[in-house]
């Protein structure tokens, strides 16, 4: 089965400015834009990923993997070995605690559109 093609999701770097890329990918971005999109995006530290967020994640991890933890966003049990992110709040400010990662990318993408 052939996979259908798309256009790169890339609408704005610095490759193609102000117009979106006219490549053809399968998924995602074209190989030109990936990595200016990944270099604007900043380090994890500059995103709030630094030896803070590693200590209070490795504190919860021990506890995720027996799977006695509910995910902050759904409340459903993140199941031993899932995959699972320890989430902020909204504004960022704060942690709600561990959520199953498909809940945390999703109110990731809800906020990005609001």
Not at 12 to 18: D, F, I, L, V
Not at 37 to 55: C, I, L, N, S, V
């Amino acid at each position: 089965m052939r996979r259908a093609l798309r256009v790169c999701s890339c609408t704005s770097c610095t490759a193609h400015p102000g117009r979106s890329c006219p490549e053809l990918v399968a998924s995602g971005r074209c190989p030109t834009c990936k990595p200016i999109a990944e270099k604007a995006r900043g380090t994890r530290q500059a995103r709030g990923y630094g030896q803070q967020h590693d200590r209070l994640r490795a504190r919860w991890k021990q506890r995720v993997d027996a799977g006695r933890v509910r995910c902050a966003r759904c409340r459903q049990p993140i199941a031993p070995g899932a995959p699972w992110h320890l989430d902020h709040d909204d504004d960022r400010t704060g942690y709600l605690g561990p959520s199953h990662a498909t809940c945390n990318n999703r109110a990731g993408g809800k906020a990005s559109h609001r």
